[in-house]
């Protein structure tokens, strides 16, 4: 059974910076692509950022490019999400998700996702 558990929310103030992590207990999570969502609410879940299995091609929604970086440590298991120059409206639970093939685009699935985590961003 594949398990993601995400860490690192909490409360910032806006400016602030934020890591978040992602433990897969997945066999194969150097051979997928990994991805991260948010969802604030009363809002539908969005695309936030999305890796391919190497690590050499990112992907990221316009809202947060230029601030936000998805990384992965295949050794470890774990894929990052280091968020910089946070603002109110990145405020939302995040979930990281695993998809079902080695690289991303804009159709890929993600069958396997984590518990989320909360990111606050006060202003």
């Known amino acids: 059974q594949v398990q993601l558990v995400e860490s690192g929310g909490g409360l910032v103030q806006a400016g602030g910076s934020l890591r978040l992590s992602c433990a897969a207990s997945?066999?194969?999570?150097?051979?997928?692509?990994m991805g991260w969502f948010r969802q604030a609410p009363g809002k539908e879940r969005q695309f936030v950022a999305a890796?391919?299995?190497?690590?050499?091609?990112?992907y990221y929604a316009d809202s947060v490019k230029g601030r936000f970086t998805i990384s992965r440590d295949n050794a470890k298991n774990t894929v990052y999400l280091q968020m910089n120059s946070l603002k109110p409206e990145d405020t939302a639970v995040y979930y990281c998700?695993?998809?079902?093939?080695?690289?991303?685009?804009?159709?890929?699935?993600?069958?396997?996702w984590g518990q989320g985590t909360q990111v606050t961003v006060s202003s």
């Open positions: 997945l066999r194969a999570f150097s051979s997928v692509a």
């Open positions: 998700a695993a998809s079902g093939s080695r690289t991303y685009h804009s159709g890929s699935r993600f069958g396997s």
């Open positions: 890796i391919n299995w190497s690590g050499d091609s990112t």
